[in-house]
């Protein structure tokens, strides 16, 4: 199942939920972003899918606000005991979340496949 919105990109193939970021992360609307967010909150809430990755491989820039979205929904997986990584950051983008110490919170891999793979080994 895959739900598109303006925003973000939703694909649950359980026990994974895929969330995608589109477009650029520095044009969006405060008020767009929030009303998103909060749909894909709900979304990822679903104990069916106790996995979570965040797919960063459309977005080349985001700002503050956006990377706090992206907190709000690793945590709400991780407050469910699920799992959370991120993947496919532009080199720009994986020096700036570095630099936020977001990969202390959840790993960061190079590709979707190697996030899915952490999954099953651990």
Known sequence: MAKHLR???????????????NGQGASFR?????????????LVAD?????L???LS???YFGSEFIGALITLGR???L????????SASDNMHEVLKNM????????FETREKALESFQQG
Do not use: M
């Open 101 to 108: 110490s977001l990969f202390k919170l959840w790993p960061y």
């Open 30 to 42: 405060y008020a767009d972003l929030q009303a998103e967010s909060n749909i894909v909150r709900t």
């Open 76 to 78: 709400e997986k991780k």
């Open 47 to 51: 104990q069916a899918t106790p996995h």
């Open 58 to 60: 459309n977005l080349n």
């Open 53 to 55: 990755i965040i797919d």
């Open 7 to 21: 925003i973000f990109l939703v694909e649950k193939e359980p026990p994974t939920v895929f969330v995608t970021p």
């Open 80 to 87: 469910r005991n699920g799992k959370v990584a991120i993947c």
